[in-house]
């Protein structure tokens, strides 16, 4: 597609339940990332995949959180036993290897997903 | 990683030329730096990127002195829609993990 897509890009859950969050990559983007971003917060790395090398997962805040992302492309983030904490803003990126060539080399981000736990 | 610092927030008028410096005194060699740009309830957007001496685009302008622990975008002439929060990251692009890092940014709020 032109851009990320990412789905629902609002969330309500109820305290306890698991949900699935859905990112779309631009086609030949070999790195998705997700960020999380509380309200009027930075953002905060949860996760990222580049290729078919193991994904670097040093940014998910517990083990209630896990991502996959199947063929390389679509990418699911699945948050267990939702805590009310976990409301933020759960935004998607992808981008190309770099190729060496200056410069303009960075990241498209979706609108990223509301999610609210009541 | 390098770190980076940035002034929280910033106050302009619209028409006004508004600079953002962005602090790293431990860039490495390989790192690029890179500024986006967010407005509400959006993702980030890549606005520009640079190595070294100045680099401008249709949107704005890179000042990267030569030792290179600073850098500073440049907005010519800002409206009341180039009100946003401006991240500034450095990281070496041959290892995207290394670019993984967003800051606090800053917040420029244009004035009429």
Same mark, same amino acid.
């Given at each position: 597609?032109?851009?990320?897509? +990412?789905?629902?890009?609002?969330?309500?859950?109820?305290? $306890?339940?698991?949900?699935?969050?859905?990112?779309?990559p631009?086609s030949?983007?070999?790195? =998705?990332y997700w960020y !999380? *971003?509380?309200? $009027?917060?930075g953002l905060e790395f949860?996760?990222y995949?580049?290729g078919?090398?193991?994904?670097?997962?040093?940014?998910?805040?517990s083990?209630? #959180?896990?991502?996959e !992302?199947?063929g390389?492309?679509?990418?699911t983030?699945?948050? *267990?036993?939702t +805590?009310q904490?976990?409301s933020a803003?759960y935004l998607?990126a992808?981008?190309?290897?770099?190729?060496?060539?200056?410069?303009?080399y960075g990241y498209? #981000?979706?609108?990223?997903t509301?999610l609210t736990v009541v | 990683?390098?770190k980076t610092t +940035?002034?929280?927030?910033?106050?302009?008028?619209?028409?006004?030329?508004v600079n953002?410096?962005?602090?790293?005194?431990?860039?490495a060699?390989?790192d690029?730096i890179t500024?986006?740009?967010?407005f509400?309830?959006q993702?980030? !957007? #890549?606005i520009?990127q640079?190595?070294?001496t100045?680099?401008?685009?249709?949107v704005?302008s890179?000042f990267?002195?030569?030792d290179r622990?600073?850098?500073t975008?440049?907005?010519p002439?800002?409206?009341?829609?180039d009100?946003a929060?401006y991240?500034c990251l450095?990281g070496?692009?041959n290892n995207?993990?290394?670019m =993984?890092?967003f800051?606090?940014g800053?917040?420029?709020m244009?004035?009429p």
């Amino acid at each position: 597609g032109a851009g990320v897509s +990412q789905s629902p890009s609002n969330k309500v859950t109820e305290k $306890g339940k698991d949900v699935e969050l859905r990112c779309d990559p631009i086609s030949g983007h070999t790195a =998705l990332y997700w960020y !999380r *971003q509380s309200l $009027g917060q930075g953002l905060e790395f949860l996760i990222y995949f580049q290729g078919n090398s193991a994904p670097d997962k040093s940014g998910l805040p517990s083990d209630r #959180f896990s991502a996959e !992302r199947t063929g390389g492309s679509v990418s699911t983030l699945t948050i *267990q036993r939702t +805590q009310q904490e976990d409301s933020a803003v759960y935004l998607c990126a992808s981008s190309l290897a770099w190729s060496g060539a200056p410069t303009n080399y960075g990241y498209t #981000f979706g609108s990223g997903t509301r999610l609210t736990v009541v | 990683l390098a770190k980076t610092t +940035q002034p929280i927030s910033m106050d302009s008028y619209e028409g006004q030329e508004v600079n953002i410096t962005c602090s790293h005194n431990n860039i490495a060699t390989n790192d690029y730096i890179t500024w986006y740009q967010q407005f509400p309830s959006q993702g980030p !957007r #890549f606005i520009i990127q640079g190595y070294k001496t100045k680099v401008t685009n249709e949107v704005a302008s890179l000042f990267i002195p030569a030792d290179r622990k600073s850098s500073t975008l440049s907005l010519p002439r800002v409206s009341l829609s180039d009100t946003a929060v401006y991240y500034c990251l450095v990281g070496d692009l041959n290892n995207a993990g290394n670019m =993984l890092t967003f800051g606090g940014g800053t917040r420029l709020m244009v004035k009429p």
